[in-house]
Structure formats: structure tokens, C-alpha cells
């Protein structure tokens, strides 16, 4: 069990797919943006989800579909969720739980209607943040389940866990260096401080 929920984006490859279901994640999300670099095509997602179990699937989408082709794909039953980016303004009820973007620097919580779990992003690594946005995080968390995703350190994740009152975090997956071949140094030392 790990100290906070963890949603894995950008998975296109069985080796993260395995690696983050075996450490733990709860959710492994698959980018669903045709033409982008890392797009995993329908059947690559159910080829890779018959080989893992335990953490549910969602569907991600930049926000530049259509709702007609996104509706489409979820009748596969291929995602328990759907994950938009911060320029979704779908107005669709897509009857699965949704995650959204929503940028730290331009954030309303009022936007937060229709969205089970808002994503809170920057560029800007953890130890950059200001006070000023600590403290924005903080009372975004107190209104509703946030993920956070922003660039950090393993050395910075006890402190954001113990500061910081997220649901989860989001964390990435990549390319490997061959197949079936990838290092995982940095994230075994992430999950390390997950492990409850």
C-alpha cells in the first residue's frame, strides 16, 4: 500500500505497465492523442492491459478530440477513467470518473464542476514553488481530491506528502531503451518513500 494514490501518464510500453503495477500505482493512463509522439493505439492498450492487473486504465486526451471520438473509444471498455488536459471544455457526461489538468498559475476552483479529480500542474519544479503557491495548493486540496503533477526530486517527497494533503500524484512513463529494457533508478527511489 502506498502513503498516496499514484497515476501513471503516458504509459505505451508492457515494461512501465508491469513495473508501476507490480510497485503499487493505482491507475495506469495511456495517451489517446492520435499523431503525438506518445500515442498508444487501441489495440497496443488492450495488449498491454491483458498483462497487468491491479491498477485500473484511463483513457487520456489532450482536449482537441472530438467528444463524438471519445465517446467512440470508451465503448471498447478499454479505460475505467478518463484523464483531459487543460484545454478540455467537454461538456459530455462520460459516465467514468474524470481526471483534469488544471495549471497552478491560472487555476479557479470553480472549474473543478463535472471533475472527480482535478490535476494540478506546473513546469515549475517543487522547490521553486512560492509560498504564495504552497498555499494555493493547500486550499485547493481542502476543497476537493487533488492529483499533483509537477516535477520533484525523490529528496522533496516526504516533504510534499507530509505539506502538501493531495490524494496522488502523477508520475510518467517513457521510452524504453530497447524493449523490454529501461532504468528505473529514480522512480524505485520515489516508490521507496511511498511504500507505507
Keep these: 500500500m502506498l502513503k498516496t494514490k499514484v497515476k501513471i501518464s503516458k504509459v505505451n510500453n508492457l515494461t512501465d505497465a508491469r513495473y508501476f503495477a507490480a510497485m503499487g500505482a493505482d ?19 488492450k495488449e498491454i492491459t491483458e498483462w497487468v492487473a491491479g491498477p485500473e486504465f ?17 465503448t471498447t471498455d478499454l479505460g475505467q477513467a478518463v484523464h483531459f488536459g487543460a484545454f478540455a ?11 483534469k489538468d488544471f495549471i ?6 470553480s472549474d473543478f464542476d463535472g471533475v472527480d479529480f482535478p ?7 517543487y522547490s521553486q514553488l512560492t509560498d504564495r503557491e504552497v498555499a494555493k495548493i493547500k486550499a485547493l486540496a481542502a476543497q476537493k481530491k487533488v492529483f499533483l503533477d509537477i516535477p520533484f526530486e525523490a529528496k522533496h517527497l516526504a516533504e510534499i506528502l ?33 511504500q507505507d
Design 58 to 74: 484511463v483513457l487520456e486526451f489532450d482536449g482537441w478530440q472530438q467528444e463524438a471520438d471519445i465517446l467512440e473509444l470508451l
Design 162 to 194: 507530509e505539506n502538501l494533503d493531495i490524494c496522488g500524484l502523477i508520475l510518467r512513463g517513457g521510452e524504453e531503451e530497447k524493449t523490454g529494457i529501461k532504468s528505473f533508478e529514480e522512480l524505485d527511489s520515489i516508490f521507496e518513500i511511498l
Design 119 to 125: 490535476v494540478i500542474r506546473s513546469e515549475k519544479n
Design 89 to 99: 471544455t467537454y461538456t459530455s457526461p462520460f459516465g467514468l470518473p474524470v481526471f
Design 104 to 109: 497552478l498559475e491560472n487555476i479557479d476552483e
Design 27 to 45: 491507475y495506469l493512463g495511456f495517451c489517446c492523442n492520435t499523431g503525438t509522439e506518445m500515442y498508444c493505439a487501441p489495440a497496443r492498450i
